[in-house]
């Protein structure tokens, strides 16, 4: 290499260097950007029909600028995918009035700035709520007819809210039964079962919306409605002992109760969910079966190998009443066909030998006629009515005592565990009991808070609700 080629690499390299030292001294304009944040007076807002809606929005801005904002607040159903969504206002703070069914939404506020451009927003829970959107539902009859009241939260007794909703129409003496009331996709009903019809009722406002023969495709000749249960997108009817079935996740307009599985049988009205299927109880051959939505088809239960505690395909007794326990497992009683012994089996349909425990020989005063049982979903224990009394079995032990008692004439006619199913975090989730009751010619409700023992807190009520007429029925309705 020679000493003028290094020379001159030296020399663009210094050139170079001292280039990139130069100052710009151009004449530009720097903007500051402007940074928003939305602030609003409350991110949780709940509105009881037919009030109006009012947040107030204020901007943290570092850079304000004459231009200003626009705004727009926008309001649709939370949960999935949105198919409506509805413009309330476009002024800075919302003023609007909400025409939307009670359930949960989710409100959005967008703040555009005129002159960036630049769009901010904000996301607020709303829950809309009627007078009917929370409590106990009680089915009180009287002059032979029946009507539905609701104990709401704050303990406000909302009377004949079915016959008001609906001209003065009442509901047929004898309507018993308001089965567990769920919401699935956003979606929520209530059926209400008499002797000889189901009706189903706006969750809303308890208008009538359909009644027995707008369920089926064909309805049967013998209306015996007993049940109805709801899990997920399937339903079905327990009628006269068989098990009409419909998936809700069908084409709009296809959605009506099959014909019912072939065969013999006369299921009891207890049904559990499982990943092996829908599980009933024949009362004819005295055996468990998965019931099979997709096929209308009812299979017995494999006989495991080996000796099992018992067999699901060969029980061989009456069934009492059946309900999960913990998430995996269930509890079953049994009384024998001579009706002078009663029996507890712990099953677990999802496994090969679904047959876990079993306790035989229960000392259980008035279990073998009761008909009135609440199963806990935290401890091995079932609490049933027996006179004028309340008892608490203890699986475990095998023994029931009575936990409370009522005055002398006093007829216990309903009872229910509290299962707030739209807030698990409930503290009385699972932890009190509401009994029913008629006497001196009223029905009453309790309130019986549950110790951790599984006693009642301080062995007594917590609240008692009188003036109701005699009591058929009681069902808590959670939020949408």
């Known amino acids: 290499m020679t000493k003028q080629y290094i020379y001159c690499l030296v020399f663009l390299a210094t050139a170079m260097v001292l280039g990139s030292c130069y100052k710009d001294k151009g004449n530009y304009d720097y903007t500051n950007i402007n940074k928003v944040v939305l602030k609003t007076n409350r991110d949780t807002v709940s509105?009881?029909?037919?009030?109006?809606?009012?947040?107030?929005?204020?901007?943290?801005?570092?850079?304000?600028?004459?231009?200003?904002?626009?705004?727009?607040?926008?309001?649709?159903?939370?949960?999935?995918?949105?198919?409506?969504?509805?413009?309330?206002?476009?002024?800075?703070?919302?003023?609007?009035?909400?025409?939307?069914?009670?359930?949960?939404?989710?409100?959005?506020?967008?703040?555009?700035?005129?002159?960036?451009?630049?769009?901010?927003?904000?996301?607020?829970?709303?829950?809309?709520?009627?007078s009917f959107s929370e409590g106990w539902l009680v089915v009180e009859e009287n002059n032979n007819a029946c009507d539905i009241s609701m104990i709401s939260p704050v303990d406000t007794v909302f009377r004949n809210i079915y016959s008001l909703a609906n001209k003065g129409q009442k509901l047929p003496a004898g309507t018993r039964r308001i089965p567990e009331i769920r919401t699935y996709n956003g979606d929520q009903k209530v059926f209400i079962l008499s002797p000889a019809d189901m009706v189903q009722a706006n969750y809303s406002d308890f208008v009538k919306l359909m009644s027995y023969p707008d369920f089926f495709w064909q309805a049967p000749t013998d209306v015996k409605p007993q049940e109805y249960f709801v899990n997920s997108y399937d339903e079905m009817m327990l009628n006269n002992g068989k098990?009409?079935?419909?998936?809700?996740?069908?084409?709009?307009?296809?959605?009506?109760?099959?014909?019912?599985?072939?065969?013999?049988?006369?299921?009891?009205?207890?049904?559990?969910?499982?990943?092996?299927?829908?599980?009933?109880?024949?009362?004819?051959?005295?055996?468990?079966?998965?019931?099979?939505?997709?096929?209308?088809?009812?299979?017995p239960f494999s006989k495991p190998t080996g000796t099992p505690l018992f067999y699901m395909n060969n029980i061989g007794k009456k069934l009492l009443y059946t309900e999960v326990n913990t998430a995996s497992q269930c509890l079953a009683f049994f009384k024998n066909n001579n009706d002078d012994s009663l029996f507890a089996f712990t099953y677990n349909p999802t496994l090969t030998d679904p047959a876990v425990k079993r306790y035989d020989g229960l000392t259980a005063p008035g279990m073998i006629n009761a008909r009135l049982f609440v199963g806990s979903r935290t401890l091995p224990h079932l609490y049933y009515a027996s006179g004028n009394s309340i008892y608490k079995l203890d699986i475990e032990a095998k023994t029931a005592v009575p936990i409370y008692t009522f005055p002398g004439g006093t007829e216990i006619r309903a009872m229910k565990m509290y299962r707030n199913l739209k807030t698990s975090t409930d503290p009385n989730n699972n932890k009190l009991i509401a009994v029913a009751t008629y006497e001196n010619g009223q029905g009453k409700i309790y309130y019986f808070p549950i110790a951790a023992t599984g006693n009642f807190t301080n062995d007594t009520y917590s609240k008692v609700f009188s003036g109701f007429n005699k009591i058929n029925e009681i069902t808590f309705k959670s939020l949408k």
Do not use: H
């Open 47 to 130: 509105v009881v029909l037919p009030d109006s809606l009012k947040v107030d929005l204020t901007l943290d801005q570092t850079a304000p600028s004459d231009a200003g904002f626009s705004f727009e607040w926008v309001m649709y159903l939370a949960g999935g995918t949105p198919l409506t969504r509805r413009t309330l206002d476009t002024t800075q703070n919302l003023r609007a009035k909400i025409t939307e069914l009670p359930g949960s939404y989710y409100l959005m506020v967008y703040a555009k700035d005129r002159k960036t451009k630049v769009e901010y927003q904000k996301r607020i829970f709303v829950s809309v709520l009627s």
């Open 243 to 299: 098990i009409y079935c419909r998936t809700l996740n069908a084409p709009a307009g296809t959605i009506k109760l099959n014909l019912p599985p072939d065969g013999v049988y006369y299921m009891a009205p207890y049904e559990i969910y499982s990943t092996v299927g829908y599980v009933v109880y024949d009362t004819i051959s005295q055996q468990f079966m998965k019931l099979n939505i997709g096929s209308v088809t009812l299979t």
